[in-house]
């Protein structure tokens, strides 16, 4: 007991002492300049960290009464905002942080709304670019990105926009571009297409302990059941689906389509040797060093390749969509139109400006410099973010895809956890896993597509009998 009350008291000394010291630091003063501070979501070091510090040093040059102050605070960044807020004291003026996390800024009332900055503010030219007076800050942004940084009213806010994207996350399948010249391979559009790639490189480059997919147990595995449901259903029939109000998932031969499609993924020799108990990130290095020629992962796997530096002789890495499906058996049911083909997920990171911020104006000018095709072709380059501003160059590694995500109709949410945060946890998630994990009926956990689509309507039911999400608020146990 004595331990535990001295324990307490250090503990409790040492949050003090960090509160203090946090209240009581000073912003940084520069002579006859205005500060700008910027608290990041990177860290020293990383890839996105060294693109933002040039942008500054470039924002400074171009206007020297101000200096940007930045704070990389890692993804910790809203919790080390947490006592400044409290306290009103050495606030930032600009954080930068997922879309999704700042909804606590968002709701909590800290942030100002930006729809009149980029409807008021001038468009943003690169350096030389010709004038354009009929266009507004709106307008450096891809529609589809920026409409996905809009929030709805709550008690504290108005509905409105809070953040400007500076960056996006999206899914695909990644690729190793020599084995795909060395056999003569196409990017593949449809499924089989996909298969038969896997087949062609099974057959010809086994001898050299090369398999057609790379994975680590089942990192990253949601991502294959997320493209292709929603390709096959499209987002919002799959919503209703889990919502109880859609078609069930064990009648509906789409949803047999997608899951046969994941199984046939599953032949024996595509997976890499050992997948299943890989520990991640094994198999980014072993796919980095010309061990097998597919992964699937979000874009940020960029990044998280530069440090392995691979040998340009055995690894290029490219990308591709997750090809839609092409085939469905749909029995005593009428064809209906499929999702859309060319739709993209979109994790967002990007810019909100505090609505206490000290300097709001030198804030905003500072935004729309980083909304220039200049600056995203520098967070594109050396930190391999893919640019949200219509125009921009993407990352040299997802050339393939730029026109395409560019172009896309449709932007999907993150998945389940967005709208069902309670049937994903509960429901869908270990059940899913044990699907993707058991290929074989040797296998523990091992399911047939049937049984596995049976038990997910059997748990979508008792969910929905159990008020569903309203069990999320602790009214409800799962």
């Given at each position: 007991m004595r331990l535990y009350t001295v324990l307490w008291v250090v503990v409790a000394t040492v949050f003090c002492l960090t509160l203090v010291l946090d209240v009581t630091q000073q912003k940084a003063e520069h002579k006859d300049r205005?500060?700008?501070?910027?608290?990041?979501?990177?860290?020293?070091?990383?890839?996105?960290?060294?693109?933002?510090k040039e942008l500054f040093r470039r924002f400074e040059q171009e206007h020297p009464e101000y200096k940007v102050e930045p704070r990389w605070?890692?993804?910790?960044?809203?919790?080390?905002?947490?006592?400044?807020?409290?306290?009103g004291t050495n606030i930032p003026d600009i954080v930068n942080t997922e879309r999704d996390a700042l909804i606590v800024l968002v709701k909590a009332g800290y942030l100002?709304?930006?729809?009149?900055?980029?409807?008021?503010?001038?468009?943003?030219?690169d350096r030389g670019e010709p004038a354009a007076p009929d266009r507004r800050l709106r307008d450096a942004f891809l529609p589809k990105i920026l409409e996905r940084c809009h929030y709805e009213a709550g008690?504290?806010?108005?509905?409105?926009?809070?953040?400007?994207?500076?960056?996006?996350?999206?899914?695909?399948?990644?690729?190793?571009?020599l084995h795909y010249e060395q056999l003569g391979l196409q990017i593949p559009?449809?499924?089989?297409?996909?298969?038969?790639?896997?087949?062609?490189?099974?057959?010809?480059?086994?001898?050299?302990?090369?398999?057609?997919?790379?994975?680590?147990?089942?990192?990253?595995?949601?991502?294959?059941?997320?493209?292709?449901?929603?390709?096959?259903?499209?987002?919002?029939?799959?919503?209703?689906?889990?919502?109880?109000?859609?078609?069930?998932?064990?009648?509906?031969p789409r949803y047999r389509a997608v899951?046969?499609?994941?199984?046939?993924?599953?032949?024996?020799?595509?997976?890499?040797?050992?997948?299943?108990?890989?520990?991640?990130?094994?198999a980014q290095r072993a796919w980095t060093q010309g061990k097998a020629t597919h992964m699937i992962s979000g874009s940020y796997l960029i990044r998280e390749t530069l440090a392995y530096e691979p040998d340009p002789a055995v690894f290029r890495l490219g990308a591709f969509p997750v090809p839609m499906l092409d085939a469905i058996d749909w029995g005593d049911m009428e064809p209906v139109p499929l999702g859309d083909p060319t739709g993209v997920t979109a994790t967002i990171a990007g810019h909100a400006l505090l609505q206490d911020a000290p300097n709001p104006v030198g804030a905003i000018e500072l935004l729309a410099f980083l909304a220039r095709k200049e600056s995203a072709a520098v967070l594109s380059s050396v930190g391999?973010?893919?640019?949200?501003?219509?125009?921009?160059?993407?990352?040299?590694?997802?050339v393939e895809i730029q026109d395409m995500f560019q172009t896309a109709q449709t932007v999907y949410r993150t998945g389940f956890h967005v709208y069902a945060?309670?049937?994903?946890?509960?429901?869908?998630?270990?059940?899913?896993?044990?699907?993707?994990?058991?290929?074989?009926?040797?296998h523990a956990g091992y399911l047939t597509v049937d049984d596995f689509l049976r038990q997910l309507q059997e748990r979508t039911d008792a969910y929905h009998e159990g008020s569903g999400e309203l069990a999320s608020d602790g009214r409800l146990s799962p």
């Open positions: 205005s500060t700008i501070a910027f608290a990041s979501m990177w860290a020293p070091g990383e890839p996105m960290m060294k693109s933002y605070d890692g993804r910790w960044v809203l919790a080390s905002l947490r006592p400044r807020l409290l306290t100002d709304a930006l729809g009149d900055v980029v409807d008021r503010g001038a468009y943003p030219h008690d504290a806010h108005q509905a409105g926009l809070y953040v400007l994207p500076a960056g996006v996350w999206s899914g695909f399948i990644f690729f190793n571009r559009t449809t499924w089989s297409q996909f298969l038969a790639n896997c087949r062609v490189i099974k057959e010809k480059l086994k001898d050299r302990g090369i398999a057609p997919l790379a994975a680590d147990k089942d990192s990253y595995s949601e991502f294959w059941s997320q493209f292709l449901l929603n390709r096959t259903l499209g987002e919002e029939v799959v919503q209703r689906s889990v919502e109880g109000t859609g078609p069930r998932f064990d009648t509906d899951f046969q499609a994941i199984r046939d993924s599953h032949q024996d020799g595509f997976f890499m040797h050992s997948w299943r108990s890989s520990k991640w990130p094994d391999k973010e893919i640019p949200p501003i219509a125009g921009a160059p993407f990352p040299a590694e997802l945060p309670w049937w994903n946890k509960y429901q869908w998630k270990d059940l899913y896993r044990a699907f993707f994990m058991g290929e074989k009926p040797e």
